[in-house]
Protein backbone atom coordinates (compact mmCIF):
# COMPACT_ATOMS: atom_id res chain seq x y z
CA UNK A 1 0.00 0.00 0.00
CA UNK A 2 1.34 3.26 -1.22
CA UNK A 3 2.03 6.27 1.76
CA UNK A 4 -0.07 9.75 1.02
CA UNK A 5 3.29 10.84 -0.41
CA UNK A 6 4.63 8.11 -2.57
CA UNK A 7 0.42 8.70 -4.08
CA UNK A 8 1.54 12.26 -4.45
CA UNK A 9 4.85 11.49 -6.10
CA UNK A 10 3.02 9.13 -8.46
CA UNK A 11 0.29 10.97 -9.71
CA UNK A 12 3.10 14.17 -10.16
CA UNK A 13 4.50 11.77 -12.35
CA UNK A 14 1.59 10.99 -14.20
CA UNK A 15 1.05 14.58 -14.32
CA UNK A 16 4.20 15.50 -16.36
CA UNK A 17 4.00 12.31 -18.48
CA UNK A 18 0.34 13.56 -19.39
CA UNK A 19 1.56 17.04 -20.14
CA UNK A 20 4.79 16.04 -22.38
CA UNK A 21 2.17 13.82 -24.15
CA UNK A 22 5.18 10.90 -23.72
CA UNK A 23 2.84 8.49 -25.58
CA UNK A 24 3.27 11.51 -28.53
CA UNK A 25 7.28 11.24 -28.19
CA UNK A 26 7.19 7.54 -27.86
CA UNK A 27 5.36 7.20 -31.20
CA UNK A 28 7.76 9.66 -33.03
CA UNK A 29 10.80 8.28 -31.43
CA UNK A 30 9.43 4.62 -33.26
CA UNK A 31 8.67 6.85 -36.12
CA UNK A 32 12.26 7.84 -37.06
CA UNK A 33 13.69 4.67 -36.45
CA UNK A 34 11.41 2.57 -38.81
CA UNK A 35 11.26 5.05 -41.41
CA UNK A 36 15.22 5.47 -41.18
CA UNK A 37 15.11 1.65 -41.67
CA UNK A 38 12.34 0.49 -44.25
CA UNK A 39 12.02 4.25 -46.31
CA UNK A 40 15.03 6.23 -45.78
CA UNK A 41 18.20 3.52 -45.82
CA UNK A 42 17.02 0.45 -46.95
CA UNK A 43 20.28 -0.58 -48.34
CA UNK A 44 22.07 0.09 -45.00
CA UNK A 45 22.34 -3.28 -42.23
CA UNK A 46 20.48 -3.13 -39.20
CA UNK A 47 23.30 -3.07 -37.01
CA UNK A 48 24.52 0.15 -38.26
CA UNK A 49 20.99 2.24 -38.58
CA UNK A 50 20.57 0.90 -34.56
CA UNK A 51 23.45 1.09 -33.35
CA UNK A 52 24.47 4.79 -35.43
CA UNK A 53 25.45 7.59 -32.75
CA UNK A 54 24.70 9.88 -34.72
CA UNK A 55 20.85 9.12 -35.49
CA UNK A 56 20.50 8.20 -31.95
CA UNK A 57 21.19 12.06 -31.03
CA UNK A 58 18.96 12.87 -33.97
CA UNK A 59 16.45 11.37 -32.77
CA UNK A 60 16.89 11.76 -28.62
CA UNK A 61 17.30 15.57 -29.76
CA UNK A 62 14.26 15.61 -31.24
CA UNK A 63 12.17 13.62 -28.75
CA UNK A 64 13.85 16.21 -25.96
CA UNK A 65 12.49 19.11 -28.02
CA UNK A 66 8.98 17.86 -28.51
CA UNK A 67 8.67 16.99 -25.16
CA UNK A 68 9.51 20.59 -24.02
CA UNK A 69 7.13 21.87 -26.75
CA UNK A 70 4.18 20.56 -25.55
CA UNK A 71 5.11 21.85 -21.79
CA UNK A 72 5.76 25.56 -23.46
CA UNK A 73 2.32 24.92 -25.46
CA UNK A 74 0.15 23.51 -22.16
CA UNK A 75 1.91 26.29 -20.29
CA UNK A 76 0.20 29.33 -22.74
CA UNK A 77 -2.95 27.01 -22.89
CA UNK A 78 -3.46 26.30 -19.12
CA UNK A 79 -6.41 28.13 -18.59
CA UNK A 80 -8.22 27.31 -22.63
CA UNK A 81 -8.02 23.67 -21.37
CA UNK A 82 -9.24 24.22 -18.35
CA UNK A 83 -12.81 24.52 -20.65
CA UNK A 84 -11.76 22.45 -23.48
CA UNK A 85 -10.26 19.41 -21.33
CA UNK A 86 -11.03 19.78 -17.53
CA UNK A 87 -10.04 15.77 -17.12
CA UNK A 88 -6.51 16.42 -18.32
CA UNK A 89 -6.30 20.15 -17.11
CA UNK A 90 -6.89 18.88 -13.48
CA UNK A 91 -4.48 16.12 -13.82
CA UNK A 92 -1.79 18.60 -15.60
CA UNK A 93 -1.85 21.34 -12.57
CA UNK A 94 -0.83 18.57 -10.60
CA UNK A 95 2.80 19.82 -11.80
CA UNK A 96 3.46 24.42 -10.85
CA UNK A 97 3.54 26.38 -14.12
CA UNK A 98 7.52 27.19 -12.43
CA UNK A 99 8.17 23.62 -12.23
CA UNK A 100 7.25 23.04 -16.20
CA UNK A 101 8.62 26.39 -17.45
CA UNK A 102 12.39 24.72 -15.75
CA UNK A 103 11.39 21.77 -17.27
CA UNK A 104 11.83 23.32 -20.36
CA UNK A 105 14.48 25.06 -20.05
CA UNK A 106 16.28 21.63 -19.27
CA UNK A 107 14.86 19.95 -21.72
CA UNK A 108 15.98 22.60 -24.34
CA UNK A 109 19.45 23.08 -23.60
CA UNK A 110 19.53 19.51 -23.41
CA UNK A 111 18.50 18.80 -26.77
CA UNK A 112 21.34 21.21 -27.94
CA UNK A 113 23.98 19.76 -26.18
CA UNK A 114 22.68 16.37 -27.61
CA UNK A 115 22.47 17.80 -31.20
CA UNK A 116 26.00 19.17 -30.60
CA UNK A 117 27.37 15.45 -30.22
CA UNK A 118 26.42 15.63 -34.16
CA UNK A 119 27.04 18.67 -36.06
CA UNK A 120 27.18 22.55 -35.99
CA UNK A 121 24.70 22.11 -38.57
CA UNK A 122 22.47 20.29 -36.26
CA UNK A 123 22.29 22.75 -33.04
CA UNK A 124 21.13 25.31 -35.87
CA UNK A 125 18.52 22.84 -36.59
CA UNK A 126 17.34 22.18 -33.00
CA UNK A 127 17.65 25.75 -31.83
CA UNK A 128 15.68 27.21 -35.08
CA UNK A 129 13.34 24.24 -34.08
CA UNK A 130 12.78 25.56 -30.38
CA UNK A 131 12.31 28.96 -31.31
CA UNK A 132 9.74 27.52 -34.09
CA UNK A 133 7.60 26.08 -31.08
CA UNK A 134 7.70 28.65 -28.65
CA UNK A 135 6.78 31.41 -31.27
CA UNK A 136 3.76 28.80 -32.89
CA UNK A 137 2.98 28.48 -28.55
CA UNK A 138 2.88 32.37 -27.86
CA UNK A 139 1.96 33.79 -31.03
CA UNK A 140 0.72 32.10 -34.24
CA UNK A 141 -1.35 29.40 -32.86
CA UNK A 142 -4.11 32.23 -32.53
CA UNK A 143 -3.57 33.06 -36.10
CA UNK A 144 -6.17 31.08 -38.50
CA UNK A 145 -4.75 28.61 -40.93
CA UNK A 146 -1.37 29.86 -40.55
CA UNK A 147 -1.53 28.28 -37.14
CA UNK A 148 -2.32 25.00 -38.27
CA UNK A 149 0.11 24.99 -40.74
CA UNK A 150 2.64 25.84 -38.86
CA UNK A 151 2.03 23.23 -36.05
CA UNK A 152 1.87 20.20 -39.21
CA UNK A 153 5.03 22.31 -40.13
CA UNK A 154 6.53 21.69 -36.67
CA UNK A 155 5.05 18.17 -36.18
CA UNK A 156 7.19 16.70 -38.81
CA UNK A 157 10.32 18.68 -38.62
CA UNK A 158 12.13 15.72 -36.58
CA UNK A 159 11.51 13.69 -40.16
CA UNK A 160 13.11 16.15 -41.72
CA UNK A 161 16.07 16.22 -39.47
CA UNK A 162 16.16 12.03 -40.29
CA UNK A 163 15.89 12.90 -44.14
CA UNK A 164 18.55 15.58 -44.36
CA UNK A 165 20.90 12.87 -42.51
CA UNK A 166 20.53 10.45 -44.82
CA UNK A 167 20.57 12.86 -47.56
CA UNK A 168 17.61 10.29 -49.80
CA UNK A 169 16.24 12.85 -51.79
CA UNK A 170 13.88 10.44 -54.00
CA UNK A 171 10.60 11.19 -55.17
CA UNK A 172 8.17 8.45 -52.97
CA UNK A 173 10.23 10.03 -49.62
CA UNK A 174 8.12 13.96 -50.69
CA UNK A 175 4.91 11.77 -51.31
CA UNK A 176 4.90 10.38 -48.05
CA UNK A 177 5.46 13.27 -46.55
CA UNK A 178 2.92 14.91 -48.32
CA UNK A 179 0.09 12.07 -47.10
CA UNK A 180 1.20 12.46 -43.38
CA UNK A 181 1.25 16.76 -43.82
CA UNK A 182 -2.56 16.87 -45.22
CA UNK A 183 -3.88 14.01 -43.02
CA UNK A 184 -2.32 16.12 -39.87
CA UNK A 185 -3.72 19.42 -41.51
CA UNK A 186 -7.14 17.83 -41.26
CA UNK A 187 -6.42 16.47 -37.39
CA UNK A 188 -5.40 19.96 -36.44
CA UNK A 189 -9.08 21.81 -38.22
CA UNK A 190 -10.93 18.78 -36.44
CA UNK A 191 -9.24 19.90 -33.12
CA UNK A 192 -10.37 23.24 -33.69
CA UNK A 193 -13.74 22.29 -34.12
CA UNK A 194 -13.72 20.06 -31.10
CA UNK A 195 -12.36 23.23 -29.11
CA UNK A 196 -14.24 26.03 -29.81
CA UNK A 197 -15.32 27.06 -26.42
CA UNK A 198 -11.88 27.40 -24.98
CA UNK A 199 -10.85 29.22 -28.18
CA UNK A 200 -13.55 31.45 -27.99
CA UNK A 201 -13.66 32.58 -24.65
CA UNK A 202 -9.64 33.26 -24.83
CA UNK A 203 -9.34 35.18 -27.82
CA UNK A 204 -8.49 32.18 -30.14
CA UNK A 205 -8.98 33.44 -33.84
CA UNK A 206 -9.25 30.32 -35.46
CA UNK A 207 -11.26 28.28 -38.56
CA UNK A 208 -14.03 27.61 -36.63
CA UNK A 209 -14.28 31.32 -34.72
CA UNK A 210 -14.10 33.39 -37.60
CA UNK A 211 -15.58 31.06 -40.67
CA UNK A 212 -17.95 29.12 -38.81
CA UNK A 213 -19.09 25.58 -38.60
CA UNK A 214 -19.60 24.73 -42.31
CA UNK A 215 -17.11 26.81 -43.92
CA UNK A 216 -14.32 24.51 -41.40
CA UNK A 217 -15.57 21.61 -42.70
CA UNK A 218 -15.62 22.48 -46.12
CA UNK A 219 -12.04 22.96 -45.88
CA UNK A 220 -11.19 19.65 -44.12
CA UNK A 221 -12.82 17.83 -46.94
CA UNK A 222 -10.72 19.66 -49.01
CA UNK A 223 -7.45 18.47 -47.36
CA UNK A 224 -9.08 15.16 -46.81
CA UNK A 225 -9.75 14.75 -50.53
CA UNK A 226 -6.17 15.84 -51.32
CA UNK A 227 -5.31 13.29 -48.97
CA UNK A 228 -6.72 10.75 -51.07
CA UNK A 229 -4.10 11.97 -53.96
CA UNK A 230 -0.74 10.78 -52.67
CA UNK A 231 -2.16 7.98 -51.29
CA UNK A 232 -3.35 6.88 -55.04
CA UNK A 233 0.21 7.55 -55.86
CA UNK A 234 2.39 5.67 -53.54
CA UNK A 235 -0.50 2.66 -54.67
CA UNK A 236 0.13 3.12 -58.34
CA UNK A 237 3.36 4.79 -59.47
CA UNK A 238 5.47 4.03 -56.48
CA UNK A 239 6.89 0.15 -54.39
CA UNK A 240 5.00 0.52 -51.45
CA UNK A 241 5.25 -3.17 -50.95
CA UNK A 242 2.36 -4.88 -48.78
CA UNK A 243 1.73 -1.36 -47.48
CA UNK A 244 -0.56 -0.42 -50.23
CA UNK A 245 -2.88 -2.21 -47.81
CA UNK A 246 -2.74 0.40 -45.63
CA UNK A 247 -3.24 2.99 -48.08
CA UNK A 248 -6.00 1.90 -50.03
CA UNK A 249 -7.86 0.93 -45.78
CA UNK A 250 -6.81 4.96 -45.31
CA UNK A 251 -8.92 6.10 -48.56
CA UNK A 252 -11.98 4.03 -47.46
CA UNK A 253 -11.71 4.98 -43.87
CA UNK A 254 -11.69 8.71 -45.18
CA UNK A 255 -14.66 8.75 -47.13
CA UNK A 256 -16.08 7.17 -44.53
CA UNK A 257 -14.93 9.88 -42.41
CA UNK A 258 -16.02 12.98 -45.03
CA UNK A 259 -19.33 11.24 -44.03
CA UNK A 260 -19.41 11.36 -40.03
CA UNK A 261 -18.31 14.73 -40.72
CA UNK A 262 -20.46 16.16 -42.56
CA UNK A 263 -22.99 14.34 -39.76
CA UNK A 264 -21.51 15.57 -36.54
CA UNK A 265 -22.49 18.35 -34.88
CA UNK A 266 -21.17 17.87 -31.30
CA UNK A 267 -18.04 18.13 -29.36
CA UNK A 268 -18.08 14.44 -28.63
CA UNK A 269 -18.39 13.73 -32.49
CA UNK A 270 -15.36 16.04 -33.10
CA UNK A 271 -13.68 14.10 -30.55
CA UNK A 272 -14.46 10.68 -32.13
CA UNK A 273 -13.54 12.20 -35.57
CA UNK A 274 -9.78 13.57 -34.45
CA UNK A 275 -9.30 9.75 -32.77
CA UNK A 276 -9.88 8.57 -36.04
CA UNK A 277 -7.07 10.65 -37.75
CA UNK A 278 -5.27 9.63 -34.79
CA UNK A 279 -5.19 6.22 -35.46
CA UNK A 280 -4.77 6.57 -38.97
CA UNK A 281 -1.55 8.04 -38.35
CA UNK A 282 -0.75 5.67 -35.86
CA UNK A 283 -1.09 2.59 -37.73
CA UNK A 284 0.82 4.27 -40.44
CA UNK A 285 3.79 4.29 -38.08
CA UNK A 286 3.94 0.67 -37.75
CA UNK A 287 2.63 -0.44 -41.78
CA UNK A 288 6.18 1.03 -42.52
CA UNK A 289 7.07 -2.19 -41.77
CA UNK A 290 5.02 -3.48 -44.82
CA UNK A 291 7.13 -1.85 -47.10
CA UNK A 292 9.41 -5.02 -47.31
CA UNK A 293 8.59 -7.97 -45.13
CA UNK A 294 11.48 -9.58 -46.71
CA UNK A 295 13.67 -7.42 -45.41
CA UNK A 296 12.56 -7.58 -42.36
CA UNK A 297 12.53 -11.32 -42.01
CA UNK A 298 16.44 -11.24 -43.54
CA UNK A 299 17.38 -8.07 -40.93
CA UNK A 300 15.73 -10.26 -37.97
CA UNK A 301 18.12 -13.45 -39.45
CA UNK A 302 21.16 -11.45 -39.69
CA UNK A 303 20.15 -9.64 -36.53
CA UNK A 304 19.89 -13.44 -34.43
CA UNK A 305 22.90 -14.61 -35.98
CA UNK A 306 25.24 -11.52 -35.01
Not at 131 to 156: A, D, E, Q, R
Not at 256 to 277: A, D, G, M
Request: hydrophobic fraction near 55%; include cysteine.
Amino acid sequence: MLSRKNRLLLLKVLSLFSVVRGYNVLIILVAQYLASIFILSPDLPLGKIIFDLNLFFIVLASSLVIASGYIINNFYDAEKDLINKPRKSMLDRLVSQRFKLTTYFLLNLLAVFVASYVSFRAVLFFSAYIFGIWLYSHKLKKVPFVGNVVSVTLSIAPFFAVFVYYKNFQTDIFVHALFLFCLMLAREIIKDLENIAGDLAHGYRTIPIIYGTVISKVVITVVVLLTLLPSWLLIENFNVGRMDYYFKACMGVLLLFLVLLWRSNTKKEYVWLHNILKLIIVFGVFSIVLIDLDLVIDRLRIWKIT
